[in-house]
């Protein structure tokens, strides 16, 4: 099956700064790629995806790239604020099923 | 919005008590999901639902059975509660197949004592 593996687990940055997520897979059937944020106390909520025919995709002040050839992508948020806190997760699907392969997750915190 | 709600927030339980965590969805989504989550492990699928009636394993199914009676209700059934089922339960549901957004449930922390 499918294994995403995701780094940092944990990233600390400045009010301002950039911050990179990163997470690789395995399964190069996988064709889409979701990034949820879990804010405290809260269910994941889809911020971004891509999917497997576009190589970068930006919203605002965050961005995903993918690259297929060497199975990864990447989330970027931009000019991060104390409520981009949260933790982040990136995840594969579209190979087969209906299933999801979920990363470990990025605590993200934001220093004001 | 796609509202997803879980039965209950917080849930303690004692070792060898049968456990239901109830789903229910309001947007007609054919799937539904069952997922718990571990510090350090991320999200981990314990069963899935395509249709009702229908269900099929996830990654981690020992321990845990569903039923889906009603296409906007999906139920996670611990037989027979055990420590090692603490944890946060997250219930999701997509409209289609694997390259759909999941709307999640704000999950439901289970503790066993």
């Known amino acids: 099956g499918e294994n995403v593996e995701q780094h940092p687990s944990t990233l600390s940055v400045q009010e301002g700064d950039s911050a990179v997520i990163k997470c690789t897979y395995s399964?190069?059937?996988?064709?889409?790629f979701p990034w949820y944020k879990q804010e405290l106390g809260k269910g994941p909520q889809l911020i971004i995806d891509?999917?497997?025919?576009?190589g970068e995709k930006k919203d605002q002040r965050i961005a995903v790239t993918l690259n297929k050839t060497a199975k990864h992508f990447s989330l970027h948020i931009t000019e991060t604020q104390p409520e981009d806190s949260a933790v982040y997760f990136c995840a594969a699907g579209g190979n087969t099923g209906n299933q999801f392969y979920f990363g470990t997750g990025t605590s993200l915190t934001v220093i004001p | 919005d796609v509202k997803v709600t879980q039965s209950s927030r917080y849930l303690v339980k004692r070792t060898g008590e049968k456990v239901f965590l109830e789903c229910v969805q309001d947007m007609d989504h054919e799937n539904m999901f069952w997922y718990r989550q571990d510090p350090g492990l991320g999200l981990r699928l314990i069963y899935f639902s395509y249709d009702v009636k229908m269900k099929e394993k996830g990654d981690i199914p020992e321990g845990y059975s569903v039923s889906r009676e009603k296409k906007e209700r999906f139920s996670l059934i611990l037989e027979s509660a055990s420590t090692n089922q603490t944890s946060m339960y997250l219930c999701?549901?997509?409209w289609g197949r694997g390259t759909d957004t999941q709307y999640f449930g704000p999950g439901t922390r289970l503790t066993v004592l």
């Open positions: 891509i999917r497997s025919n576009v």
């Open positions: 999701a549901s997509t």
């Open positions: 399964d190069s059937a996988s064709n889409y």
